[in-house]
């Protein structure tokens, strides 16, 4: 493995404070190359290599504006020496999580928190290629990395927003524009959710690298967290009612009737089985930590070591200073115990620590770990100092991490260009 470069956001040109305040989720804005140095950093080539292998999402349009076609991958490779030419368009998902240097993008907008971000796409297209007028549900950097394209930016959509009739594609049927630029390499345009938007390569080697951020729908959170509430629930948990025909629960005059007593006592039922705040906390995090190919096991991204790792060359590995590195397809996030008392009462305590969540995995880091599972949150790749890789349970802890195949130690890097952390 080898040290992704540095991209850096030059503070004359960009503030995070004031593009959070003005614009974050409001209104779309172009950002003219802001960085202190902009490299491209992936060659078409190598994007188009990708987009042949297995476990890696692609999807190739081709045809002019008014006929779009999608070709799902991996792509064969004798498919790009048969395009014509006609404009065509490659999309590439989670390039992040197959190549060091493109991962190493989300580092200067790690302003938004990390269980926000979902990955970092990567768009080639040649002269006039293009994916149609559209609009997304979430929020988005565009990033030139290569060439030029023209981006149009309409108003707000939604649901009721007319849409064209495609088998494939979601497009909308009437696009007008209100926002009309040409990004230049390093430029940036920043798209809040349900914006319209289209983008047309101007020249040829056209790439565009786009970082999204995900935002779970209300419809999906109440899925997700009443199933895990469902199965943790026991048959025998069932609606009763012994006070049937006393005074608090008089006998009916229609037998055919469900009364508010009844739905009173079923909506607290319901409430009781989802109201618990810590509960939710712990599927949350092991939730949102889930990898975004969760159901998949691309060899790119699997660190699995083929044997359990060693707890004793763990710590021989540490004190060497040999540094640690994440696993680009792994999420780290972790949650902060709160008061020492919920809502109901219930005794917490500070002695549970911090809940570290890793690919949808808990650990519990209680003091004096929880340095350690921040330090984890914190950086992409460290060197340990000697006092966290000291702490109780910290070998543990990382030897996990490694067997599932979260964490592992770089050995090829330069210990300098690390990150060192400390308490």
């Known amino acids: 493995m080898t040290s992704t470069p540095a991209f850096m956001l030059d503070p004359a040109r960009f503030s995070p404070e004031t593009f959070l305040r003005d614009f974050w989720q ?40 008014e006929a779009l076609r999608l070709e799902n991958g991996p792509l064969p490779e004798a498919r790009f020496a048969s395009l014509g030419a006609e404009p065509w ?26 269980w926000r971000i979902d990955d970092v796409m990567i768009s080639y297209a040649t002269d006039g290629g293009g994916v149609g007028p559209h609009y997304d549900q979430y929020d988005v950097f565009l990033i030139q990395g290569l060439g030029r394209r023209r981006w149009r930016v309409g108003p707000r959509c939604d649901a009721s927003t007319p849409t064209a009739p ?59 967290w009443a ?52 509960a939710f906390a ?19 991204t699997d660190w699995r070591p083929d044997m359990p790792a060693d707890p004793l060359a763990v710590r021989e590995a540490l004190a060497l200073g040999v540094p640690l590195v994440r696993n680009p397809a792994s999420r780290f996030v972790f949650i902060e115990p709160e008061s020492p008392t919920t809502e109901r009462g219930t005794e917490r305590g500070a002695e549970q620590g911090i809940a570290l969540f890793v690919d949808g995995q ?3 880091c209680a003091e004096p770990l929880a340095p350690l599972a921040r330090s984890l949150c914190a950086a992409s790749a460290f060197t340990l100092a000697p006092a966290l890789a000291q702490a109780p349970g910290a070998i543990a802890l990382l030897v996990a991490l490694i067997d599932q195949g979260s964490l592992t130690f770089d050995e090829g890097d330069d210990e300098d260009d690390q990150e060192e952390w400390d308490d």
């Open 26 to 65: 409001k209104r779309p804005v172009l950002i003219r190359n802001p960085w202190a140095a902009w490299a491209n950093p992936l060659e078409p080539d190598e994007l188009a290599g990708l987009a042949c292998e297995e476990g890696v999402e692609s999807r190739l349009i081709t045809g002019p504006r």
């Open 89 to 114: 368009t490659l999309l590439v998902q989670a390039v992040d999580q197959q190549v060091p240097d493109v991962a190493a993008l989300i580092e200067p907008f790690r302003f938004v928190p990390d």
């Open 166 to 224: 495609h088998a494939d594609l979601r497009l909308l049927a009437d696009f007008e524009a209100e926002g009309d630029w040409v990004l230049e390499p390093g430029d940036i345009l920043y798209i809040p959710p349900g914006f319209a938007h289209d983008g047309v390569a101007v020249g040829t080697d056209c790439m565009t690298y786009s970082i999204g951020f995900r935002a779970p729908s209300r419809a999906e959170l109440i899925e997700g």
């Open 227 to 278: 199933i895990h509430c469902a199965q943790a629930l026991g048959d025998d948990d069932r609606y009763a009612d012994p006070d049937l025909g006393t005074p608090a629960n008089p006998l009916q005059a229609n037998p055919g009737q469900i009364t508010p007593a009844a739905l009173d006592r079923l909506h607290a039922m319901m409430r009781a089985a989802l109201d618990d705040r810590a």
């Open 282 to 300: 712990r599927w949350f995090g092991s939730f949102t930590s889930l990898p975004k190919y969760a159901d998949t096991d691309p060899a790119a």
């Open 362 to 364: 808990e650990f519990l």
